[in-house]
């Protein structure tokens, strides 16, 4: 597809407002169709001899997709009948988990990884070994939503997966991260890890360094397209990632070490095989890894946006949210200047699947469990602050409607317009 890595090329390569890096993959009725990448994983501002191209086998912290995959985890523990996704998620942290503005609601399971929780991040969601993730939320009143009740409304938050994989540790009596990579990586064929210090020094040759054209504290950057680029995460260059706890750690108090909401280092093959998985309703290539039963309840709508019951300043305003399932979000091709869930001019492309934005990655992952069809992307970090370059159809910035616009024309539709 020479016209498709052209026009990918040139995104990617804009001399107004390059990428870093970017990993894509298109899947046509469930078969990987296109697969390519671009840009550099490793950037050296001294010594260009020393920068290394992005590969196939090139792993990004994905962001938020990691999500999508820790739910595997734990729908494999609802499978197997050690967690309910209707219980009181207190019998699995290990105390009593309630809002103190509402103390006599149970929160469960399924209300977490549907965003349903009330659980926020605004006093944080990823503490160092020290700390015990029950004495951080008894700590902090604003973590605890007084809007409504658990379960009655939407609010994105990192922080319940938090929780979440405290209570895989407390259920296995294992690490997150090796549980993980035991019962859900490894079964995949996935070759990723929530703990870099596993790969020692091979990290800096597999893992894609992060990086933004911008300098200065959060909230007051300052962005130049020609300017040098900064590494804002994952340079291991130098030397190889620490790992994520110490022989003491006491499993099942902090989840949050091995970043369940975040901290997966994946490939976009990677995420195809995910994808690929989940679209054969639980099999991928032969070999079982979920039931068909726990995909769909994965994959059902949980909360549908109805105009009062989602965050007021965030899904009303920009829509970017407007269908949930367990782990995933639903796009419904909502659409407009700025705003909305679309995913590809033009709309009729309705998926599920899951975006990530941090360090300056932005990632996605969409697929159609009806068509088969789907779309992986991941970006090494941006010239530009995208939120200056807003998309034009949809909440997305205007480069990331561009890639998967072009992935979805030519790899999955096989239009040449």
Same mark, same amino acid.
């Given at each position: 597809?020479?016209?498709?890595?052209?026009?990918?090329?040139?995104?990617?390569?804009?001399?107004?407002?390059?990428?870093?890096?970017?990993?894509?993959?298109?899947?046509?009725?469930?078969?990987?169709?296109?697969?390519?990448?671009?840009?550099?994983?490793?950037?050296?501002?001294?010594?260009?001899?020393?920068?290394?191209?992005?590969?196939?086998?090139?792993?990004?912290?994905?962001?938020?997709?990691?999500?999508?995959?820790?739910?595997?985890?734990?729908?494999?523990?609802?499978?197997?009948?050690?967690?309910?996704?209707?219980?009181?998620?207190?019998?699995?942290?290990?105390?009593?988990?309630?809002?103190?503005?509402?103390?006599?609601?149970?929160?469960?399971?399924?209300?977490?990884?549907?965003?349903?929780?009330?659980?926020?991040?605004?006093?944080?969601?990823?503490?160092?070994?020290?700390?015990?993730?029950?004495?951080?939320?008894?700590?902090?009143?604003?973590?605890?939503?007084?809007?409504?009740?658990?379960?009655?409304?939407?609010?994105?938050?990192?922080?319940?997966?938090?929780?979440?994989?405290?209570?895989?540790?407390?259920?296995?009596?294992?690490?997150?991260?090796?549980?993980?990579?035991?019962?859900?990586?490894?079964?995949?064929?996935?070759?990723?890890?929530?703990?870099?210090?596993?790969?020692?020094?091979?990290?800096?040759?597999?893992?894609?360094?992060?990086?933004?054209?911008?300098?200065?504290?959060?909230?007051?950057?300052?962005?130049?397209?020609?300017?040098?680029?900064?590494?804002?995460?994952?340079?291991?260059?130098?030397?190889?990632?620490?790992?994520?706890?110490?022989?003491?750690?006491?499993?099942?108090?902090? +989840?949050? @070490?091995?970043?369940?909401? $975040?901290?997966?280092? %994946?490939? /976009?093959? =990677?995420?195809?095989?995910?994808?690929? #998985?989940?679209?054969?309703?639980?099999?991928?290539?032969?070999?079982?890894?979920?039931?068909?039963?726990?995909?769909?309840?994965?994959?059902?709508?949980?909360?549908?946006?109805?105009?009062?019951?989602?965050?007021?300043?965030?899904?009303?305003?920009?829509?970017?949210?407007?269908?949930?399932?367990?782990?995933?979000?639903?796009?419904?091709?909502?659409?407009?200047?700025?705003?909305?869930?679309?995913?590809?001019?033009?709309?009729?492309?309705?998926?599920? +699947?899951? @975006?990530?934005?941090?360090? $300056?990655?932005?990632? %996605?992952? /969409?697929? =159609?469990?009806?068509?088969?069809?789907? #779309?992986?992307?991941?970006?090494?970090?941006?010239?530009?602050?995208?939120?200056?370059?807003?998309?034009?159809?949809?909440?997305?910035?205007?480069?990331?409607?561009?890639?998967?616009?072009?992935?979805?024309?030519?790899?999955?539709?096989?239009?040449?317009?």
């Amino acid at each position: 597809m020479i016209r498709l890595d052209e026009e990918l090329a040139a995104i990617a390569g804009d001399p107004e407002g390059p990428l870093a890096s970017l990993s894509v993959l298109a899947l046509r009725q469930g078969r990987v169709v296109y697969v390519q990448q671009f840009g550099r994983r490793f950037i050296d501002g001294e010594d260009p001899q020393r920068d290394r191209a992005a590969r196939a086998d090139t792993l990004y912290r994905i962001a938020s997709i990691s999500k999508l995959v820790t739910t595997l985890g734990v729908m494999k523990l609802v499978e197997g009948g050690r967690l309910s996704l209707d219980g009181d998620a207190s019998e699995w942290v290990g105390w009593r988990l309630r809002n103190p503005h509402f103390p006599e609601a149970p929160i469960t399971p399924r209300m977490m990884l549907a965003h349903t929780s009330s659980i926020r991040d605004d006093g944080g969601y990823n503490w160092p070994e020290p700390v015990k993730l029950r004495d951080a939320l008894a700590a902090n009143a604003a973590m605890w939503s007084a809007k409504a009740p658990p379960g009655a409304r939407f609010e994105y938050a990192n922080l319940p997966w938090g929780l979440l994989g405290t209570m895989v540790e407390r259920v296995t009596g294992e690490r997150f991260d090796r549980f993980m990579r035991r019962e859900v990586l490894a079964p995949l064929g996935m070759d990723a890890t929530y703990n870099p210090a596993d790969l020692g020094e091979a990290a800096a040759e597999r893992i894609a360094t992060l990086y933004r054209k911008r300098s200065g504290p959060e909230g007051h950057e300052v962005w130049d397209a020609k300017g040098p680029w900064n590494a804002q995460v994952d340079d291991y260059s130098q030397a190889p990632p620490l790992p994520r706890a110490s022989d003491a750690y006491e499993i099942g108090t902090n +989840g949050t @070490l091995f970043g369940p909401q $975040g901290g997966l280092r %994946a490939s /976009a093959g =990677d995420l195809g095989r995910v994808a690929r #998985m989940l679209l054969g309703r639980g099999e991928l290539d032969g070999k079982r890894v979920l039931q068909p039963r726990t995909v769909d309840e994965m994959l059902a709508t949980q909360w549908r946006f109805d105009g009062h019951n989602g965050e007021s300043d965030y899904a009303v305003t920009r829509r970017r949210f407007n269908a949930w399932g367990l782990g995933n979000q639903h796009f419904t091709d909502v659409s407009g200047p700025a705003q909305g869930d679309r995913l590809v001019e033009g709309g009729g492309f309705r998926a599920v +699947g899951h @975006l990530g934005d941090a360090y $300056g990655l932005t990632s %996605a992952l /969409a697929f =159609d469990p009806a068509s088969g069809d789907g #779309m992986v992307f991941l970006s090494g970090g941006s010239a530009f602050d995208p939120y200056a370059r807003p998309g034009k159809w949809s909440a997305l910035s205007r480069y990331e409607e561009r890639i998967l616009t072009a992935l979805w024309r030519r790899a999955v539709r096989g239009i040449d317009p």
